[in-house]
T-cell receptor
C-alpha cells in the first residue's frame, strides 16, 4: 500500500489569490493523479502527473488554472490559481499501486470567500 | 457524460440489516469495478473490487454482485454496523493509452446505520 500525505489539510482563501497544495507519497510512483470533489459530489479527475513530463489535463481543466509540478517520483504540487468561490472543493491526490488499486490522500479542503 | 450511475443517493439502515447500493455503467470496455468507502475528512479507501469475468465476490460482510449482460453491479453490506456509516462510491475503470487505468466514479451513496 501507499501512504499519502497532503498539505495543507484545509485553507480559507480570498477570491483572486492562489493556493499550492502539496502531495507526498512514501514510495516512488510513476503516475500521480489530482482529483476534485465538490461538496457532496463525486470525484472528478483534474489531471495526471508523470515525473519529468507535462501533466495531462482532463476536459474542462486547463494548465493556467491548475498548474501542476512533479519534480520527483514521490512528490507533486497542484496550484489553484486566481481562485473564485466555485473552486471551493476538496482536492485529492492519488496514486496507483499494484494490481490497479488506487490510493488517495486525505484531501485538502479549500474554501474560497 | 455520466458513465457510472449510482443509487440511492442516501440510505438509512438498521443495525444488523443489509445495505444495498446499485450501480450501472454504459461503456462495455470497463474492465475493473472497485468500490470505495469514504469517511468524513478522509480520502476514499478501496473496499472491494471485481473484474467482469466473475459474477460475485465476497470479502467478509461485503459482497459485490456483477451482472455483465445488464451492465450493473451492486454492493451488499451484510449485518450492517454503525461503523459502516460512510459515503460509498462505485467506480469503473478502463485501460488508458497513457498506460494506466482511467477511473470513473459514481455519484456516491451516503449510508447511515442506526442502532
Amino acid at each position: 500500500s501507499a501512504v499519502i500525505s497532503q498539505k495543507p489539510s484545509r485553507d480559507i482563501c480570498q477570491r483572486g489569490t492562489s493556493l499550492t497544495i502539496q502531495c507526498q507519497v512514501d514510495s516512488q510512483v510513476t503516475m500521480m493523479f489530482w482529483y476534485r470533489q465538490q461538496p457532496g459530489q463525486s470525484l472528478t479527475l483534474i489531471a495526471t502527473a508523470n515525473q519529468g513530463s507535462e501533466a495531462t489535463y482532463e476536459s474542462g481543466f486547463v494548465i493556467d488554472k491548475f498548474p501542476i509540478s512533479r519534480p520527483n517520483l514521490t512528490f507533486s504540487t497542484l496550484t489553484v490559481s486566481n481562485m473564485s468561490p466555485e473552486d471551493s472543493s476538496i482536492y485529492l491526490c492519488s496514486v496507483v499501486g499494484r494490481a490497479t488499486e488506487q490510493f488517495f490522500g486525505p484531501g485538502t479542503r479549500l474554501t474560497v470567500l | 457524460q455520466q458513465q457510472v450511475k449510482q443509487s440511492p443517493q442516501s440510505l438509512i439502515v438498521q443495525k444488523g440489516g443489509i445495505s444495498i447500493i446499485n450501480c450501472a455503467y454504459e461503456n462495455t470496455a470497463f474492465d475493473y469495478f472497485p468500490w470505495y468507502q469514504q469517511f468524513p475528512g478522509k480520502g476514499p479507501a478501496l473496499l472491494i473490487a471485481i473484474r467482469p469475468d466473475v459474477s460475485e465476490k465476497k470479502e467478509g460482510r461485503f459482497t459485490i454482485s456483477f451482472n455483465k449482460s445488464a451492465k450493473q453491479f451492486s454492493l451488499h453490506i451484510m449485518d450492517s454496523q454503525p461503523g459502516d456509516s460512510a459515503t460509498y462510491f462505485c467506480a469503473a475503470s478502463i485501460p488508458n493509452s497513457g498506460g494506466y487505468q482511467k477511473v470513473t466514479f459514481g455519484t456516491g451513496t451516503k449510508l447511515q446505520v442506526i442502532p
